[in-house]
Protein backbone atom coordinates (compact mmCIF):
# COMPACT_ATOMS: atom_id res chain seq x y z
CA UNK A 1 0.00 0.00 0.00
CA UNK A 2 1.22 3.81 -1.30
CA UNK A 3 -0.46 6.68 -0.53
CA UNK A 4 0.90 9.94 -2.19
CA UNK A 5 -0.47 13.03 -0.54
CA UNK A 6 -0.38 16.65 -2.34
CA UNK A 7 -1.47 19.77 -2.69
CA UNK A 8 -0.69 22.01 0.53
CA UNK A 9 1.12 24.76 0.38
CA UNK A 10 1.28 28.69 1.98
CA UNK A 11 -1.78 30.36 1.38
CA UNK A 12 -3.40 33.94 3.56
CA UNK A 13 -6.34 33.68 5.90
CA UNK A 14 -9.86 32.88 4.31
CA UNK A 15 -8.25 31.09 1.38
CA UNK A 16 -8.50 27.85 0.04
CA UNK A 17 -6.21 24.08 -0.76
CA UNK A 18 -7.56 21.17 -1.72
CA UNK A 19 -5.28 18.16 -0.66
CA UNK A 20 -5.25 14.50 -2.98
CA UNK A 21 -3.77 11.36 -1.46
CA UNK A 22 -3.22 9.23 -4.75
CA UNK A 23 -3.64 5.43 -3.73
CA UNK A 24 -2.34 2.45 -5.07
CA UNK A 25 -2.33 -1.13 -3.52
CA UNK A 26 -6.07 -0.50 -2.32
CA UNK A 27 -9.15 0.71 -3.52
CA UNK A 28 -10.34 3.96 -1.94
CA UNK A 29 -13.89 3.51 -2.25
CA UNK A 30 -13.77 0.00 -0.90
CA UNK A 31 -12.22 1.67 2.39
CA UNK A 32 -12.26 4.19 4.85
CA UNK A 33 -9.89 7.33 4.29
CA UNK A 34 -8.53 9.75 6.56
CA UNK A 35 -7.18 12.91 7.03
CA UNK A 36 -5.27 13.48 10.06
CA UNK A 37 -3.10 16.52 10.56
CA UNK A 38 -0.29 17.63 13.31
CA UNK A 39 0.70 20.94 14.27
CA UNK A 40 4.20 21.32 15.56
CA UNK A 41 4.93 20.12 19.30
CA UNK A 42 0.92 18.94 19.06
CA UNK A 43 -0.30 15.29 18.76
CA UNK A 44 -1.83 14.19 15.23
CA UNK A 45 -5.26 14.63 15.02
CA UNK A 46 -7.93 13.40 12.94
CA UNK A 47 -9.23 15.95 10.70
CA UNK A 48 -12.08 14.22 8.33
CA UNK A 49 -12.60 10.47 7.57
CA UNK A 50 -15.14 9.05 4.57
CA UNK A 51 -16.31 4.98 4.59
CA UNK A 52 -16.58 2.88 1.70
CA UNK A 53 -20.69 3.93 1.97
CA UNK A 54 -20.41 7.54 1.90
CA UNK A 55 -20.43 8.39 5.11
CA UNK A 56 -18.26 11.27 6.65
CA UNK A 57 -16.93 12.75 9.59
CA UNK A 58 -14.98 15.92 10.97
CA UNK A 59 -13.51 17.24 13.84
CA UNK A 60 -15.53 20.45 15.22
CA UNK A 61 -12.69 22.56 14.23
CA UNK A 62 -12.94 22.17 10.48
CA UNK A 63 -16.62 21.30 10.41
CA UNK A 64 -18.38 23.76 7.68
CA UNK A 65 -15.08 24.43 5.90
CA UNK A 66 -13.21 21.10 5.20
CA UNK A 67 -15.10 18.62 3.13
CA UNK A 68 -13.48 15.04 2.17
CA UNK A 69 -14.32 13.60 -1.04
CA UNK A 70 -13.16 10.40 -3.48
CA UNK A 71 -12.46 10.13 -7.25
CA UNK A 72 -13.09 6.56 -7.56
CA UNK A 73 -11.45 6.52 -10.86
CA UNK A 74 -8.34 7.96 -10.21
CA UNK A 75 -8.46 6.17 -6.86
CA UNK A 76 -7.84 9.32 -5.15
CA UNK A 77 -9.22 11.33 -1.76
CA UNK A 78 -9.55 14.42 -1.43
CA UNK A 79 -9.52 17.01 1.03
CA UNK A 80 -11.00 20.61 0.58
CA UNK A 81 -10.10 22.85 2.63
CA UNK A 82 -11.95 26.80 2.58
CA UNK A 83 -11.97 29.52 5.06
CA UNK A 84 -8.45 28.47 6.31
CA UNK A 85 -7.16 29.66 9.42
CA UNK A 86 -3.92 30.00 11.25
CA UNK A 87 -4.97 27.57 13.18
CA UNK A 88 -5.10 25.28 10.84
CA UNK A 89 -1.31 25.32 10.12
CA UNK A 90 -0.25 21.84 10.31
CA UNK A 91 1.79 18.97 7.88
CA UNK A 92 -1.76 16.74 6.88
CA UNK A 93 -1.49 13.24 5.84
CA UNK A 94 -3.93 10.79 4.98
CA UNK A 95 -3.88 7.31 6.36
CA UNK A 96 -5.58 3.72 5.32
CA UNK A 97 -5.72 1.70 8.53
CA UNK A 98 -8.60 -1.47 7.51
CA UNK A 99 -5.61 -3.62 7.19
CA UNK A 100 -2.57 -2.57 8.36
CA UNK A 101 -1.42 0.97 9.31
CA UNK A 102 -0.41 2.88 6.14
CA UNK A 103 0.20 6.52 5.92
CA UNK A 104 1.36 9.34 3.25
CA UNK A 105 4.37 10.93 3.55
CA UNK A 106 2.91 14.72 4.99
CA UNK A 107 2.13 17.78 3.38
CA UNK A 108 2.71 21.21 4.80
CA UNK A 109 -0.45 23.70 5.20
CA UNK A 110 0.58 27.01 6.23
CA UNK A 111 -1.90 29.79 6.58
CA UNK A 112 -0.95 33.58 6.85
CA UNK A 113 -2.32 35.81 9.27
Known amino acids: VQLQASGGGLVQTGGSLRLSCAAS????????MSWYRQATGEQRELVAS???????KYDDAVKGRFAISRDNAKNTVYLQMNNLKPEDTAVYYCRYAMLGNYWGQGTQVTVSS
Open 50 to 56: MTSAGYT
Open 25 to 32: GIIVSANT
